[in-house]
């Protein structure tokens, strides 16, 4: 196992045991007795966690709100949160949406970006999404 995988299992184990919580309360009988909409609420989800651990963390929340049909809203100003987030919903990012918010002096508009304009904005053109 090369160190960087040893790395970012052993956060990616740490990450697991801190949101172990939100994972059993998401996925708990409980909720799934009661016909609610759920969300769930991330800011700076990478904060504390290795870049390299991203894609693995990302997957594990994208897993977990897809089964239990629960919304996922993450805020980010990091560029590889971005990357790994369109990483770990793979070829389907129909799911998938960005909204830019301007600072709150400007006289710009909020914009909203689908799955598909993200992925070839980052791929494609390497655009800087934050």
């Known amino acids: 196992m090369r160190a960087a995988d040893a790395a970012g299992t052993a956060i990616s184990a740490q990450f697991s045991e801190k949101y172990s919580k939100v ?4 996925l708990s009988n409980k909720w799934s007795k009661i016909r609610l909409h759920l969300i769930l609420l ?3 989800v990478e904060t504390a966690l290795h870049p390299e651990a991203l894609s693995g963390v990302f997957r594990f929340l994208v897993e977990m709100c897809r ?3 629960v919304q996922l ?5 990091s560029l590889e949160a971005v ?3 369109l990483a770990s ?3 389907d990012v129909s799911d998938l949406v960005a909204y830019h918010l301007p600072p709150r002096d400007s006289h ?3 914009y909203r970006l689908g799955g598909q304009s993200i992925r070839s904005m980052r791929s494609e ?3 800087d999404l934050r």
């Open 23 to 26: 994972h059993s309360l998401i």
């Open 67 to 69: 089964a239990a049909r």
């Open 108 to 110: 710009q508009t909020v």
């Open 83 to 85: 990357d790994a987030m």
């Open 42 to 44: 991330l800011d700076e």
């Open 125 to 127: 053109g390497g655009v």
């Open 89 to 91: 919903v793979g070829d």
């Open 73 to 77: 809203f993450v805020s980010t100003h």
